[in-house]
């Protein structure tokens, strides 16, 4: 049962939007719009039923398929090639694939699945020398874990949230996050290609995931660290 209304998994917003989509695109068979008398609209009821639960059958069976060709080819590791069936590793080897697809295969109630995603998360370890993308770990491995605690209400998940590796990430006196952070030597950068500033949309993202945690922890320092970069907003609003 969902304990909490936070359900903050990138992977499960993209189910929901696919089964929207799915209703969205669905229009009734001929027979059924044209179909007329006492039992047209409870055949058409009937009729569209079946049609949503296929929709959502085969959404299951893509990610059984997406899952176990990850699971086949790049166990462990960041990322499938599905045109080798090889392995990629650009997310500090961490089994980011796991961590995206926890939330999703709990809601589909994909058990054996949930358990191979699970073990890979647990074997993930976050070397102090990787250079981590703090937006990027934020909302594939911290929010994937808040996710999956909301969930299942598990403790484990809040353990597993690796927000301490990002939080030198920050400018102290702004709050503005950089775009990247070493795990453990907490040095800090902008890339070049992001022309060495900070982006607005990913130092404005990392609020939702910080307070959840805080919230949960029955700490404030992770809100208090996200929230920085509000107030400073709200500062360079009201004073120019």
Same mark, same amino acid.
């Given at each position: 049962?969902?304990?909490?209304?936070?359900?903050?998994?990138?992977?499960?917003?993209?189910?929901?939007?696919?089964?929207?989509?799915?209703?969205?695109?669905?229009?009734?068979?001929?027979?059924?719009?044209?179909?007329?008398?006492?039992?047209?609209?409870?055949?058409?009821?009937?009729?569209?039923?079946?049609?949503?639960?296929?929709?959502?059958?085969?959404?299951?069976?893509?990610?059984?398929?997406?899952?176990?060709?990850?699971? $086949?080819?790049?166990?462990?590791?960041?990322?499938?090639?599905?045109?080798?069936?090889?392995?990629?590793?650009?997310?500090?080897?961490?089994?980011?694939?796991?961590?995206?697809?926890?939330?999703?295969?709990?809601?589909?109630?994909?058990?054996?699945?949930?358990?191979?995603?699970? !073990?890979?998360?647990?074997?993930?370890?976050?070397?102090?020398?990787?250079?981590?993308?703090?937006?990027?770990?934020?909302? $594939?491995?911290?929010?994937?874990?808040?996710?999956?605690?909301?969930?299942?209400?598990?403790?484990?998940?809040?353990?597993?949230?690796?927000?301490?590796?990002?939080?030198?990430?920050?400018?102290?006196?702004?709050?503005?996050?950089?775009? !990247?952070?070493?795990?453990?030597?907490?040095?800090?950068?902008?890339?070049?290609?992001?022309?060495?500033?900070?982006?607005?949309?990913?130092?404005?993202?990392?609020?939702?995931?910080? $307070?959840?945690?805080? !919230?949960?922890?029955?700490?404030?320092?992770?809100? $208090?660290?996200?929230?920085?970069?509000?107030?400073?907003?709200?500062?360079?609003?009201?004073?120019?």
């Amino acid at each position: 049962m969902i304990q909490s209304p936070v359900v903050i998994c990138a992977t499960a917003v993209y189910v929901v939007l696919f089964l929207l989509f799915s209703w969205a695109t669905y229009s009734p068979d001929a027979a059924a719009i044209s179909a007329v008398g006492p039992g047209s609209h409870r055949s058409g009821e009937a009729s569209a039923a079946a049609s949503l639960q296929e929709r959502c059958s085969k959404v299951v069976e893509m990610t059984l398929h997406s899952w176990r060709g990850y699971a $086949r080819g790049a166990w462990g590791h960041d990322e499938l090639r599905p045109a080798t069936n090889g392995s990629l590793d650009k997310w500090g080897h961490t089994a980011v694939t796991a961590f995206d697809a926890l939330g999703t295969l709990i809601i589909m109630g994909l058990r054996a699945e949930e358990q191979e995603a699970l !073990q890979m998360i647990k074997e993930a370890e976050f070397s102090p020398e990787w250079k981590a993308s703090v937006f990027e770990t934020n909302i $594939r491995h911290v929010g994937s874990m808040l996710s999956a605690h909301a969930l299942t209400d598990d403790k484990y998940f809040l353990t597993k949230a690796v927000v301490d590796g990002l939080m030198g990430g920050f400018n102290q006196a702004t709050g503005i996050a950089y775009h !990247q952070v070493g795990f453990g030597t907490h040095q800090r950068e902008n890339e070049g290609w992001c022309n060495h500033k900070t982006i607005l949309a990913e130092a404005g993202t990392l609020q939702l995931e910080f $307070r959840y945690l805080s !919230q949960e922890l029955q700490n404030g320092k992770y809100g $208090r660290q996200a929230e920085k970069f509000t107030d400073h907003l709200l500062d360079l609003v009201a004073n120019g």
